[in-house]
């Protein structure tokens, strides 16, 4: 996963570089908006988990992500993180303001204490 991240994220995406576990912590520009990464990942069946998730105040850690390296063959990891990198380059600021308010509607909603990815 780490070769895969350094071939195909932009310029200013960071990630952690773990010597065991189960996850990558990834991080980008206070301007990266995650949660709309997560809309567009999944319509091209490549899914991780918004690291708002993992923040305690509400409107934080939009820029962060968590990705899971097991379980997946090299090949889907490859083609997974190719598809961020490009989601990444080409999404546009605004270019998503209705899906941005249904997902901001759901995170103010309140929490049952229980996920669903």
Not at 2 to 25: C, N, Q, T
Not at 67 to 73: E, I
Not at 101 to 111: D, F, I, K, P, Y
Request: net charge negative; glycine share 8%.
């Amino acid at each position: 996963m780490l070769k895969a991240l350094s071939r195909y994220m932009p310029a200013g995406i960071r990630w952690s570089h773990p010597e065991g576990g189960m996850f990558v912590w990834v991080e980008g520009s206070e301007t990266t908006r995650f949660d709309m990464v997560y809309q567009n990942a999944i319509r091209r069946h490549v899914a991780f988990v918004p690291g708002h998730f993992f923040f305690a105040e509400p409107g934080t850690g939009m820029n962060t992500m968590r990705l899971n390296f097991t379980m997946v063959t090299e090949e889907e990891i490859d083609k997974a993180v190719r598809i961020l990198g490009h989601l990444l380059r080409t999404q546009e600021p605004g270019a998503y303001d209705l899906e941005l308010r249904l997902v901001e509607r759901q995170q103010n909603a309140s929490c049952t204490g229980a996920e669903v990815f």
